[in-house]
């Protein structure tokens, strides 16, 4: 029997899927593959097909996004041809310690129901991978031929990574093995492995998500994709404020290498892409509260630009939140407090790659200040700070200036010497009273992990670090007082 994928120009591609097996969809994060499954899913409830999906996603983010999609996965679980099962906290145990695993198979079959055709399963190493080798792998595979379903299940990493042995056996003996990729243009690729029947072109798919349409073929507006912003837009940015409150460096920073278009509301960016506006990038800082007004953000321009998204937050955001930014169009995802640096990195690596060019910025091993490994003296780290300022990326570094006790004597020098990444090019210097410490590519609130390590290291030396008087200046906000603290000397 052939059954239908539901992404059209898959199913061209294959010929069809013959019912029963195991279908893998492998990828990394954001790639797509949730999407995909659901879609497989949703084309056979359309045809009268019982479903069911085993995921730990919440019901309702599930049917969010299936609704943007415009799958009607809501209505069919309402209606009782869609099952949802969720992972429960034990269940990885319980497959591992079962005295017979096919219990635990058996009792997954009992949640699903009787007539169950289609079964996605996301993520699916939580199967077949344990500890045990290939016996629970081989266990899964028994079950899907049982039971006649035919399974799409989820692999969040790439087939070109490192895999264990359960799941290598379960690539090995799948009716068909996909893997998904995100382009930086928001297009999507989708490269068949293994099919049974082989096909005969080896090259992949290429995908949009289309709200309301799901995966579909490009249209032709998207042949533009890699031109749509006019030559010299790479640095013009549209900085999105999805937060109560934005760090003023990361402002003043994005001021000082683009052109910047600042807006506190998606509806106002939304509104300008669609009359037309061009940008070179799109910068999203969001916290936790305006996580979902962020992805929905996303879904809304992707279609409209072809400009990277990047999603920035200094809150620590769940994983889903993150996974969803990433399908619903964001192409990179920084959180958890994420230094300058490695998004001035990530930024000009994907507008650069948009337009099909090869990144400009050197690598880390190459990159200017150069590395200093000892201690400067006081005039010379009063210039050295006085030429960072000066620099393009000026805003790239944050300066403490630390006034030990007495007792410290020259031990807290060493002990800053010590805990600096001079390869990345921090400096320690002699200021008047104490000692300066350059943190190339951190903001101030990055200190605190900095001064932790000096305080661990004095406290092995039998004095506390707590009691060391420390300021902490942003070399993005704060270069006038800077200036005053570090005067330098007339050459």
Not at 92 to 107: G, K, N, S, W
Not at 202 to 228: H, I, M, N, S, Y
Request: charged share 25%; aromatic share 6%.
């Amino acid at each position: 029997m052939i059954l239908t994928s539901g992404i059209e120009p898959l199913d061209r591609r294959l010929g069809g899927m013959h019912a029963g097996g195991v279908y893998v969809i492998a990828g990394t994060p954001g790639s797509g593959k949730l999407t995909a499954v659901m879609q497989f899913l949703n084309a056979g409830l359309q045809a009268g097909d019982q479903a069911a999906l085993l995921s730990g996603i919440r019901p309702d983010h599930l049917f969010e996004q299936a609704n943007h999609c415009g799958l009607e996965l809501e209505q069919a679980w309402r209606s009782g041809r869609l099952r949802l099962i969720g992972f429960t906290p034990d269940f990885e145990r319980r497959l591992a310690t079962a005295p017979d695993p096919q219990e635990v198979f058996d009792e997954l079959s009992g949640l699903a129901g009787p007539g169950v055709k289609r079964f996605g399963i996301d993520p699916g190493k939580q199967l077949w991978e344990t500890r045990a080798g290939t016996a629970l792998s081989s266990r899964f595979v028994q079950w899907t031929e049982k039971t006649g379903v035919t399974a799409w299940a989820t692999l969040g990493s790439d087939l070109r990574d490192t895999l264990s042995p359960a799941t290598e056996w379960i690539l090995q003996s799948a009716t068909g093995v996909f893997r998904m990729e995100r382009l930086p243009t928001g297009l999507l690729q989708l490269w068949i492995h293994r099919s049974s029947p082989p096909v005969a072109s080896p090259g992949p798919v290429t995908l949009e998500l289309v709200p309301g349409r799901g995966l579909q073929a490009p249209a032709a507006r998207l042949d533009r994709r890699r031109t749509d912003a006019p030559l010299g837009s790479e640095r013009r940015m549209a900085l999105l404020r999805l937060a109560q409150q934005i760090p003023q460096e990361i402002t003043i920073w994005a001021q000082s290498q683009y052109e910047v278009v600042m807006e506190d509301q998606a509806l106002r960016l939304v509104s300008r892409l669609q009359d037309g506006a061009a940008f070179g990038s799109i910068l999203l800082y969001v916290d936790k509260k305006h996580a979902r007004e962020a992805i929905e953000a996303c879904r809304a321009m992707r279609p409209l630009t072809a400009a990277p998204i990047i999603v920035a937050a200094d809150d620590r955001l769940r994983a889903l939140d993150r996974t969803a930014a990433l399908d619903a169009g964001a192409n990179d995802f920084l959180s958890d407090n994420f230094s300058l640096v490695e998004l001035a990195s990530r930024l000009e690596r994907a507008t650069l790659a948009g337009r099909g060019l090869p990144s400009h910025r050197q690598p880390p091993g190459e990159v200017e200040p150069p590395r200093v490994a000892e201690m400067l003296g006081r005039s010379a780290f009063a210039r050295a700070v006085d030429s960072r300022l000066g620099a393009p990326d000026r805003a790239l570094f944050t300066l403490l200036i630390i006034r030990p006790p007495v007792e410290a004597g020259t031990r807290l020098g060493e002990v800053l010497l010590q805990q600096i990444r001079g390869e990345l090019g921090d400096l320690v210097g002699e200021t008047e009273g104490g000692y300066g410490v350059v943190l190339q590519g951190a903001r101030p609130s990055q200190a605190g992990s900095f001064l932790d390590r000096v305080s661990a290291a004095l406290k092995r030396f039998g004095m506390n670090g707590r009691e060391l008087d420390v300021q902490i200046l942003s070399g993005a906000t704060e270069a006038d007082r800077i200036a005053l603290v570090l005067p330098v000397d007339p050459q």
